[in-house]
């Protein structure tokens, strides 16, 4: 069974924290990814990652940065947390090429900076 | 105006109703459609998937692709309270990179 988890379900921080969510996959997937769900914007995509140590910046990467070192771990940072940052954060992966459309999800952190 | 547009609902149907979700979209590159379904508090998982135009069925689902009319849908006939969830519709120019709609809340009550 594919799996994707995700460190924590629920996280509460306050403002100007440094914040590390992580996210590690055993289905040996090339890409990875980072989202945040918010109502009304759906899911927006932060960063993804097609390689060890390769990193792209998705639609809204500021405020955020990735650390992927090996292969089945990728880690969103959050250098100086703030409120506007409470969201639900996903973690997804998928195969590199023609496959990579099917991405599996993790569960989710839900993210609360107060 | 965002790239994919999706009526959040809620939509409340009796069990045994056909479903019909939409979605609608501005990039004309877009040519991979997928359909992610997502239950309360879990990630989204894929349930359909589309190149180009055309239909799509996979038991009681059928998936449309409408790229002159940059229009989509997903059809749920039969429909079950276990099809109660969050339908997101995902869209792609390039495989790599989805963009997905803001999802439709389905209810179905027995």
């Known amino acids: 069974d594919v799996k994707v988890t995700q460190s924590s379900r629920y996280l509460v921080k306050r403002t100007g924290e440094k914040v590390f969510l992580e996210c590690v996959q055993d289905m040996d997937h090339e890409n990875m990814f980072w989202y945040r769900q918010d109502p009304g914007l759906g899911l927006r995509l932060i960063y993804f990652s097609y390689d060890v140590k390769m990193k792209e910046k998705g639609d809204i990467p500021e405020g955020y940065s990735v650390s992927r070192e090996k292969k089945e771990r990728f880690s969103l940072i959050l250098e100086s947390a703030s409120t506007n940052q409470t969201s639900m954060y996903l973690c997804a992966s998928s195969l590199i090429g023609q496959s990579s459309y099917e991405q599996y999800f993790g569960p989710g952190t839900r993210l609360t900076v107060t | 105006q965002k790239e994919v547009e999706q009526d959040p609902g809620p939509l409340s149907v009796p069990e045994g109703a056909i479903v019909s979700l939409n979605c609608t979209y501005s990039?004309?590159?877009?040519?991979?459609f997928m359909w992610y379904r997502q239950y309360s508090r879990k990630g989204p998982e894929l349930l359909m998937y589309t190149y180009s135009s055309g239909n799509k069925e996979d038991g009681r689902f059928t998936a449309q692709v409408d790229k002159s009319s940059k229009y989509i849908s997903l059809f749920i006939r039969d429909s079950q309270p276990s099809d109660s969830a969050t339908y997101l519709c995902?869209?792609?120019?390039?495989?790599?990179?989805?963009?997905f709609g803001t999802g439709t809340r389905l209810l179905v009550s027995p």
């Open positions: 995902a869209m792609s120019a390039d495989f790599q990179k989805l963009v």
């Open positions: 990039n004309s590159a877009f040519q991979y």
